[in-house]
């Protein structure tokens, strides 16, 4: 019997959430960084949900209460919006480009960043900094990731501004 070394198993993706705000694109900038460093491919998502309104049926509202079904081209759009916008940050930032994977799924906003990241090797949310009192805590989706995660998680500081 002879004791083979174990065969190295690519690390997972790097899972980093995005709603489209401030603090959740510096959040993108950098586990776009952290992604480089490490080698690996980012897996970008972002949760949606869709609530009732009394004038138009559906309106697309990203963490919104329970919704009421969605409209599916607006899952579409949802997602080159995201597309659009890591690209942007990757063009911004420079250097080599990483492997981006784009998921836009139904549902509560920390629940599908812990399903996305079942495979991945780190989880990087943004925090929460709407005033004075939103800086010094963190939003309730990162605060539920934290609390649940089975990965390492980073929750990037809404004044984070690493250099690239």
């Given amino acids: 019997m002879t004791d083979a070394a174990p065969v190295p198993q690519p690390a997972g993706p790097i899972v980093v959430g995005t709603d489209g705000s401030a603090p959740a694109a510096q959040a993108v900038a950098f586990a776009l960084r952290e992604a480089r460093l490490r080698g690996t491919r980012l897996r970008a998502v972002c949760a949606y949900e869709y609530a009732p309104t009394q004038h138009s049926g559906f309106e697309w509202t990203a963490g919104a209460g329970p919704g009421s079904g969605p409209v599916p081209q607006q899952s579409d759009l949802v997602a080159q919006a995201v597309a659009d916008s890591v690209e942007e940050l990757q063009r911004q930032l ?34 929460r900094g709407s005033g004075a009192w939103g800086r010094l805590t963190l939003g309730s989706t ?6 649940h995660a089975r990965l390492p998680v980073v929750v990037v500081p809404a004044e984070h501004a690493a250099a690239s």
């Avoid at 998921?103 to 399903?115: E, H, T």
């Fill in 142 to 147: 990162s605060t539920e990731v934290v609390h």
């Fill in 94 to 127: 420079g250097g080599p480009s990483v492997d981006v994977e784009i998921v836009c799924n139904p549902g509560r906003p920390a629940q599908v960043l812990l399903d996305a990241s079942e495979d991945a090797s780190l989880l990087v949310v943004g925090s």
